[in-house]
């Protein structure tokens, strides 16, 4: 890997930096505890450019040196994320049949999520093909927990101090004249859904959409949720009531099937 062609950065790696720190992390990996003359000599370039690189990776605690030989090493960050990404396959592998019935029996979209600290990511999502109108949402993308209905169902499960410290992390914003963005309000919603079992969203991040989310019960219920998303139109409080039962029985399947493989 040389540090310059020709002036420009090296070929296939849009980002230079990228292909630097990850050359470095992957040769530790494949080669263990290293100097950081190996390095130099492994991945072609100078040793102040080595040195800078392992810097950060160490700032990012995925790299170690030993403060006895000087030599570095990967920590276990990298196998920490690489069980979390596998949980998180698996989990998303056993529902996925589930949503999949859901969205038939409903004729709805449905979503299922897992949090990341003060969001939650869509990890799956369903479409209803019965009717015109189609979700924003799509798999990957990110909101604060506080304005959907799987942030609640998963905050029901988790304690009032935990639930604040949450709440004090995320940029509160109005996004639809719906939005709660008073923590006493939200605490309020908060006391329901640990009462019905189910959490709504009433439009508070999508005006004209109403959803309505449990969570599972699986790492204490804080982790990941689901949820059937309807526009206003097909969402009166009947329908609330229809849907809130079939959300409970799918819970309860979906929680069973967890427990049995754990």
């Not at 409903?106 to 015109?132: A, C, L, M, N, W």
Request: charged share 30%; with cysteine.
């Amino acid at each position: 890997m040389n540090e310059q062609e020709n002036g420009k950065e090296k070929a296939g790696n849009p980002i230079q930096v990228a292909d630097r720190l990850f050359g470095a992390l992957e040769y530790l990996v494949h080669n263990g505890e290293s100097s950081l003359a190996q390095l130099s000599q492994a991945l072609q370039l100078n040793k102040s450019t080595v040195h800078r690189v392992l810097a950060s990776l160490q700032y990012m605690d995925y790299v170690r040196q030993d403060p006895e030989n000087g030599q570095y090493e990967a920590t276990f960050k990298l196998v920490d994320l690489a069980d979390r990404l596998m949980e998180q396959v698996d989990v998303a592998q056993m529902v996925r049949p589930h949503l999949k019935k859901l969205a038939e029996e409903v004729h709805e979209t449905v979503h299922f999520v897992e949090r990341d600290g003060s969001e939650v990511i869509y990890i799956d999502k369903v479409d209803s093909y019965d009717h015109s109108i189609r979700m924003t949402s799509h798999i990957g993308s990110r909101m604060p927990f506080y304005r959907s209905g799987v942030g609640k169902a998963m905050a029901a499960n988790m304690s009032d101090p935990q639930i604040r410290a949450l709440w004090e992390d995320c940029t509160i914003e109005r996004k639809t004249a719906y939005t709660i963005t008073n923590l006493d309000e939200f605490m309020e919603e908060i006391a329901e859904v640990r009462r019905k079992g189910y959490a709504l969203d009433n439009e508070e991040n999508e005006t004209g959409v109403r959803c309505i989310a449990a969570a599972l019960s699986l790492d204490g219920g804080s982790r990941y949720a689901f949820s059937i998303s309807v526009p206003i139109s097909r969402m009166d409080n009947d329908r609330i009531r229809e849907l809130s039962g079939i959300v409970l029985a799918v819970k309860a399947e979906m929680d069973a099937e967890l427990a049995g493989k754990s």
